[in-house]
């Protein structure tokens, strides 16, 4: 809970090969511009996510294209309700159906989001 509203946050299996991974799907193909995160550290304070990945596609079959590597601040440096809003920009707008997001490294146990929206 943070400034009176109740949050949600992706919180992988800990201890895995990779610090975890989600695939979200648009509804439709989309053009995006900008992706935007918040890092977590879950209320144990023992996860975080520190290098992350995100490719892009237009059907499950096909292959995934790279678009953002990215290395989080760690929120253990910032109040619960204070981790910043990372706000990353495309140079090209893009357009497609699926987001494949990967937390290759965590900074402790496991990763963790609080926030992941495309714009």
């Known amino acids: 809970m943070c400034n009176g509203i109740q949050g949600m946050y992706w919180l992988p299996r800990s201890n895995s090969t990779i610090s975890g991974y989600f695939i979200m799907d648009l509804g439709l193909h989309m053009q995006i511009q900008q992706f935007k995160m918040r ?7 023992n996860s975080g996510s520190k290098d992350i990945e995100i490719k892009i596609s ?14 989080l601040d760690d929120p253990l440096l910032f109040g619960h309700c204070d981790t910043p809003l990372e706000v990353i920009k495309i140079p090209h707008a893009i357009i497609c159906r699926y987001v494949f997001l ?6 402790r146990k496991a990763a963790a989001l609080r926030y992941f929206d495309v714009e």
């Open 102 to 107: 990967i937390a290759h490294t965590s900074y």
């Open 39 to 45: 890092n977590d550290y879950h209320d144990v304070k």
């Open 58 to 71: 237009n059907y499950t079959d096909s292959a995934w294209m790279s678009v953002v590597n990215v290395t």
